[in-house]
């Protein structure tokens, strides 16, 4: 079955740093995604980005973050100047066509910030 | 309360019986979604259950939608060890083509052999 793919599997960078993370979504998938969850609480919403553009973003995703689509199969995330609060895990997910549809997570990247 | 409390917050329950989990949201939703998460790992996605539906089966999983209530229950018939994980409700409350999926705090569940 097909899977979203996500590197690194963890990440340290010194605060202040900037980190990129990087996922492959299904293949046929057109709607992505990006979450986060701080250790022992709930996943939220970042970002979700179809036809090139972000359709919603959270306000958490401010403008130290950014998403990218950068060839046709990666989709980033990233952070310009991390801060200790970005530690977290980070998942990515992606939807298919139409939309309102199951969406399929990756195994995340758990992001440390020093 | 927040959008997507689950209750309770944790069950351990005997394997071999079911397993029910109930989950309450404030604003209005254009579907609601059950999704499984084992310790480390990705949230898998269980079922999704539309604001026009009330009922849905899937295999060994039951959901109910109540939207006058704004709540859904999630129940695990004949639980096995495998069903051990951390159990989530997110609501879809996106105005636009791409989800916004608002996830609960959890439930997590314990099956003991």
């Known amino acids: 079955e097909p899977e979203v793919t996500q590197t690194p599997s963890h990440q340290v960078t010194q605060m202040g740093q900037e980190v990129i993370l990087r996922c492959v979504p299904i293949s046929n998938h057109l709607y992505f995604y990006w979450y986060r969850q701080i250790l022992g609480q709930k996943v939220e919403f970042l970002v979700s980005?179809?036809?090139?553009?972000?359709?919603?973003k959270s306000e958490i995703f401010d403008d130290q973050f950014s998403v990218e689509r950068p060839d046709g199969s990666n989709f980033t995330l990233k952070i310009r100047s991390t801060k200790l609060e970005d530690s977290a895990m980070y998942f990515c997910?992606?939807?298919?066509?139409?939309?309102?549809?199951?969406?399929?997570f990756g195994d995340g990247t758990r992001l440390s910030i020093l | 309360s927040q959008q997507g409390e689950e209750d309770p917050q944790a069950l351990s329950i005997q394997e071999g019986e079911n397993a029910t989990m109930n989950c309450s949201y404030k604003t209005s939703i254009n579907n609601l979604q059950w999704y499984r998460q084992n310790s480390g790992r990705g949230l898998v996605h269980l079922i999704l259950?539309?604001?026009?539906?009330r009922e849905k089966h899937s295999g060994r999983l039951r959901v109910t939608l109540d939207t006058s209530k704004k709540s859904s229950s999630l129940l695990i018939t004949a639980s096995r060890a495998a069903d051990t994980a951390s159990y989530f409700c997110?609501?879809?409350?996106?105005?636009?083509?791409?989800?916004?999926?608002?996830f609960g705090s959890g439930t997590r569940l314990s099956i003991r052999p």
């Open positions: 259950i539309r604001s026009n539906e």
């Open positions: 997910a992606s939807s298919d066509r139409t939309g309102y549809q199951p969406q399929h």
């Open positions: 997110a609501t879809d409350v996106s105005d636009s083509s791409a989800s916004k999926i608002i």
């Open positions: 980005f179809y036809n090139n553009e972000i359709s919603e």
